[in-house]
């Protein structure tokens, strides 16, 4: 069936199809990067005028992704400005995205009609056109689980064990969650290829002399191995299982995949009524998981599963850009069930059911995109991203050319356009802040120039004793996210210490 993807035809359509998104995005979200973009933009540009990584004149080991700050910093060689280097990163990998999963799909042998329509679900997806732009390393993410799939279906030649342990070491400096993608693999290889076990062995070889290579450094550089980010987004202990947080991802999870979850539901009913008119369609139920083995689609729901189950356990918020990354593998899944049950449906429920899946795909998708996902990211940037670029204005003015130094959770924009050496209040880029146990604490030891509130608390209990305040400016702006929507005040204030600072 590859052979069918080198027609001009074809490559035509693949081509037009993996721009898509990132037309789409350039229109529905043309200005849209996330506060986390910007600190990557912040590391890029310490790492060009210090050669070593950095944020805000402080070295730190700030990022999970460092391998996107190395690329961002070799592109912004090419393209000069870090923040057009990284949207074009990302475009990139949008682009790839969705061209590798358009010959995985071919690979597969899936039904034409089955076919276009898992392009299309993944080419209207509302969270993939919000980040196919955005700066992020997202669709490089979902890029490389891509590759992974491909290369663990082919043979097993030495080279592309060896291009497997290539892939996952970078990948999992690129996004942590490949760690355990990677251990997943492992053991479903181990068990499902006996054969295959002396190759996995160099492939994890590989993989781990990238990944201890990278750790080497981050000590020599940082004096710990351990990112400053796990600390403090994913560092409360083994298991903090937590109701709300459940219901919160499961509509991640839901939302990210509304078409596929409504087919696979309509595929249940399908099998269960059959199991019950048909005793014989046991044996058709039996060569599907026989077929979903063989075809390493179980890794896939391995992953997904996997993904899911650690950060609810570790109660670690699954925003859209975390769970994108498995979109495509869950589009594939339900693609290839598709097509396997298929084989046994009428033309007339054949008709009827790629009916419903394609109206899922543009209803739900339609809904989500013009009444949740833009508005939501249309508040964001003139919002949040326009008023803190504004204060980041207003702290490099006050400063006047001194050395000065702001307190704030959001470090992204500030960091980068401000000037200020940031004195980070959820710790991701200092990781001094977990040596104490309140932002009071903190900041009377750190006694920052400013402080920047957004409703998380009042100026008076964070004070130290021997400081007062001057409010700079403030402002009301639309929560900064789909599931926070609450108005909040953004608060500069400048601080003036008894001592005679400032």
């Known amino acids: ?55 805000a004149g402080e070295i730190t080991y700030g990022s999970t992704s460092p391998l996107w700050v190395i690329f961002g910093f070799i592109f912004s060689k090419v393209f000069l400005y870090p923040e057009v280097s990284i949207r ?26 089955i076919f276009y329509a898992s392009l299309l ?36 030649s030495g080279l592309t064990w060896l291009f497997m342990g290539i892939i996952f070491g970078l990948s999992i400096l690129l996004r942590p969650e490949f760690a355990a993608f990677f251990v997943l693999f492992l053991l479903y290889d181990y068990f499902a290829l006996p054969a295959a076990r002396k190759r ?32 403090a987004k994913a560092g409360n202990g083994l298991i903090t299982l937590d109701r709300n947080a459940l219901v919160r991802d499961t509509k991640v999870l839901i939302a990210g995949n509304v078409p596929e979850i409504f087919l696979l539901c309509i595929l249940i009913l ?17 060569e599907y998981f026989n077929f979903i083995k063989s075809n390493k689609i179980l890794l896939i729901l391995l992953w997904t599963f996997g993904f899911y189950i650690f950060y609810i356990l570790k109660d670690v918020t699954i925003i859209s850009r975390y769970s994108l990354i498995l979109v495509p593998p869950i589009i594939l899944f339900s693609a290839v069930t598709f097509n396997f049950f298929s084989q046994n449906f009428t033309a007339k429920t054949m008709k009827i059911v790629l009916v419903l899946y394609l109206t899922s795909i543009v209803l739900s998708y339609g809904y989500l995109t ?18 803190y670029k504004h204060i ?41 802040r977990f040596d104490f146990n309140s932002d009071k604490e903190y900041i009377s030891y750190k006694k920052p120039d400013f402080i920047i509130l957004r409703g998380e608390a009042n100026i008076n209990n964070i ?40």
């Not at 027609?7 to 037309?23: E, Q």
């Not at 099998?271 to 139920?285: A, D, E, P, R």
């Not at 004070?463 to 929507?485: C, E, H, M, W």
């Open 121 to 156: 679900s993944i080419t209207f997806n509302p969270f993939f056109l919000k980040w196919a732009i955005s700066g992020m390393e997202t669709t490089a993410a979902m890029t490389a689980l891509l590759v992974v799939y491909n290369l663990n279906k082919k043979e097993l």
């Open 270 to 286: 399908y099998v269960t009524s059959s199991l019950v008119k048909n005793k014989n369609f046991k044996f058709v139920l039996k």
């Open 200 to 231: 996995l062995f160099h492939t994890a070889a590989v993989c781990l002399l990238i990944v201890f290579a990278w750790l080497y450094y981050a000590y020599q550089q940082f004096g710990t191995m351990i990112p400053n980010t796990y600390a």
């Open 392 to 432: 980041a204005s207003i702290i490099r003015n006050e400063s006047k050319g001194n050395n000065m130094s702001v307190a704030v959770s959001d470090v992204g924009i500030i960091g980068c356009y401000s000037g200020a050496r940031i004195d980070d209040l959820g710790g991701l880029v200092d990781r001094t």
């Open 463 to 502: 004070l130290p004793s021997d400081a007062r305040y001057k409010t700079i400016y403030q402002k009301y702006v639309p929560g900064f996210s789909i599931n926070d929507p609450a108005t909040r005040l953004i608060s500069l204030y400048k601080i003036i210490y008894y001592n005679g600072k400032n």
């Open 88 to 113: 074009i990163l990302c475009a990139l990998f949008t682009f790839f995205t969705i061209y590798i999963f358009y010959i995985t799909l071919l690979d597969e042998n899936i039904n034409e009609k």
């Open 1 to 55: 069936m590859i052979k069918y993807f080198f027609r001009n035809k074809n490559r035509v359509v693949a081509g037009i199809a993996s721009f898509m998104p990132i037309l789409f995005s350039y229109l529905l979200f043309p200005d849209f990067m996330g506060d986390d973009a910007y600190i990557h933009v912040g590391f890029i540009k310490g790492l060009i005028s210090t050669g070593k990584f950095s944020y």
């Open 370 to 387: 013009f009444n949740v996902v833009k508005p939501s990211n249309n508040n964001f940037v003139q919002g949040f991203q326009k008023t």
